[in-house]
């Protein structure tokens, strides 16, 4: 079993920035990719960004150039810095991990971008 543990959510004006943190503990040693997915009302779940234990990262298109994913590994942590949020980009935000047989969800993190 994998536990994820977020924090960094809450409310922003439209341009503004956030950074969400996502601490994994437990079974870790066989994870291969930590990374963020959103749900919006009404949405499906879709994924914002993703970083591989080789360090390679994927983003959705829109988020490209406005969102880093990273890592510390030391401390199996990942992180990702929002910049220049929209009010379409409020949802709940997952982190989620995965190692060659499960995926992990965390409690998911509220971001609200509304002026």
């Known amino acids: 079993q994998v536990q994820l543990v977020e924090s960094g959510g809450g409310l922003v004006q439209p341009g503004g920035s956030l950074r969400l943190s996502c601490a994994a503990s437990g079974s870790i040693f066989s994870i291969y990719v930590m990374g963020w997915y959103r749900q919006a009302p009404g949405n499906e779940r879709e994924l914002v960004a993703r970083?591989?234990?080789?360090?390679?990262?994927n983003y959705a298109e829109s988020e490209k150039g406005r969102f880093t994913i990273s890592r510390d590994t030391a401390k199996n942590t990942v992180y990702q810095q929002m910049n220049s949020l929209k009010p379409e980009e409020t949802a709940v935000y997952y982190c989620?991990?995965?190692?060659?047989?499960?995926?992990?969800w965390g409690q998911g993190t509220q971001i609200t971008v509304s002026s």
């Open positions: 989620y991990t995965a190692n060659g047989t499960n995926v992990y």
């Open positions: 970083i591989t234990s080789g360090g390679s990262t």
